[in-house]
């Protein structure tokens, strides 16, 4: 199995940047489908990106444009880039790995359906608070 630790959360203004990483350990992060959600309070947890191939991501309408996911192979690391926060990304962000195959499109934004967690292993979480 993957253990994943989630860092760089913390407290910015309005329009302001963060780049959260996630390390992972006991294995790979190429052997997964990789991604990041979050959730408010009150909220159910929601997916925020998805690097679900080498070659392809995947992002909600309310991310496209400001938030980006990479990652480096080398250093076992997966990264989510966030610009232009609002008060709205306030909410403790988490790092996921799904075993093979990867969905597609908004399929993978899910986290999961029919009682069934779509997603193996999930980090502890990283907290973001946006202030306007």
């Known amino acids: 199995q993957v253990q994943l630790v989630e860092s760089g959360g913390g407290s910015v203004q309005a329009g302001g940047s963060l780049r959260l990483s996630c390390a992972a350990s006991?294995?790979?992060?190429?052997?997964?489908?990789m991604g990041w959600f979050r959730q408010a309070p009150g909220k159910e947890r929601e997916g925020v990106a998805v690097f679900d191939s080498d070659a392809h991501t995947t992002y909600p309408d309310s991310a496209k444009g400001r938030f980006t996911i990479s990652k480096d192979n080398a250093k076992n690391i997966l990264y989510l880039q966030m610009n232009n926060l609002k008060p709205d990304d306030s909410a403790i962000y988490y790092c996921?790995?799904?075993?093979?195959?990867?969905?597609?499109?908004?399929?993978?934004?899910?986290?999961?359906?029919?009682?069934?967690?779509?997603?193996?292993?999930w980090g502890k979480g990283t907290l973001v608070t946006i202030s306007a």
């Open positions: 006991g294995d790979t992060v190429t052997t997964y489908c």
């Open positions: 996921a790995a799904r075993v093979s195959p990867c969905f597609s499109g908004s399929w993978a934004l899910r986290r999961g359906g029919d009682g069934m967690d779509y997603w193996d292993y």
